[in-house]
């Protein structure tokens, strides 16, 4: 930067107003300030408007995603696929297993209710028959020939509401969660549609007989006989006649008509791994083998 010597009024000689010395000095002092002014404002840097920074931006907490902790770790839309637990392949793993519908989905909807965890279960994707008077439900289940324990494969499409039954169940471990399915809910609306009739031993049930029996024809077929309290005997849907005689059969009827028994259950027991949960279903049959443990992983609604 140059240096330029500005020559104060009081260092000038005393000279009169509007002289031509007078005049002169004027102009050289002009002259002066002006090259004073330009040097300077060209080396510094250029002044500009940079607005009202006082406004800035908002500051603001962080975003943090919730800690989830107990129960409210199983929370969630969770979608599962099954396996076939009787058919294997060459290395004894378990093959795919679908639903009638040709679906393998398997569905979980869990939520809290204050401290207890309760929500549904789908299995498959189908839409569920309507049921019928005299028909056995669903249609074209074989529920074989002998009069035993009658616990159906889950009626594919029908959300079964899960109850919380930790207390009774869990070994207690803080990753793991019991609930269960009403095994009939399935037969809610097939079981009223049935009749009422007066057994033997003082009970009701659908059918009314003093015994039944059931045999494999020579082509396969099964054939099922009803024996009537006057001697004679009545053939019978093999089906029907399990759903209606069968041990824990999914009706209880009284004189009044039949409702379905929802007293016993299918427990499903759950463990939080890895961020997903497997599911162990202990007493729920397909195709008269117990269900696979499934593997969910939690989805969008």
């Not at 083998?289 to 939690?298: A, E, K, N, V, Y």
Request: with cysteine; charged share 15%.
């Amino acid at each position: 930067m140059r240096v330029v010597q500005i020559l104060h009024p009081w260092t000038l000689p005393a000279m009169k107003d509007n002289t031509p010395c007078t005049m002169t000095w004027r102009l050289v002092l002009g002259a002066l300030l002006a090259a004073s002014s330009s040097a300077c404002s060209g080396d510094g840097l250029p002044l500009r408007n940079v607005g009202n920074t006082s406004d800035g931006l908002e500051v603001t907490s962080p975003v943090t995603t919730p800690v989830l902790i107990g129960n409210a770790r199983f929370e969630g839309h969770w979608l599962g696929q099954t396996r076939d637990p009787l058919i294997r392949d060459a290395q004894q793993r378990p093959m795919d297993y679908a639903f009638p519908s040709g679906s393998r989905q398997v569905v979980l909807e869990l939520a809290l209710q204050g401290d207890v965890l309760e929500g549904s279960i789908t299995f498959g994707s189908g839409v569920p028959s309507e049921p019928e008077a005299g028909v056995s439900y669903p249609p074209g289940v074989n529920y074989g020939l002998s009069l035993s324990v009658v616990n159906p494969s889950p009626i594919e499409g029908l959300a079964y509401p899960l109850t919380d039954v930790n207390t009774e169940s869990s070994t207690g471990a803080p990753d793991e969660m019991v609930l269960s399915y009403p095994r009939f809910a399935g037969f809610a609306d097939w079981c009223p549609l049935q009749p009422a009739l007066p057994r033997s031993d003082g009970g009701y049930a659908c059918v009314s007989a003093d015994g039944a029996a059931g045999a494999l024809a020579a082509d396969g077929s099964r054939q099922c006989t009803l024996f009537l309290a006057d001697g004679s005997q009545q053939p019978i849907d093999c089906d029907y006649l399990s759903l209606c005689l069968g041990f824990s059969a999914p009706c209880a009827c009284d004189a009044d008509g039949c409702a379905v028994d929802g007293s016993l259950s299918n427990r499903v027991f759950l463990q939080l791994i890895d961020g997903e949960i497997a599911a162990t279903f202990s007493e729920t049959v397909v195709d008269a083998g117990r269900l696979g443990d499934i593997r969910f992983q939690r989805a969008a609604n």
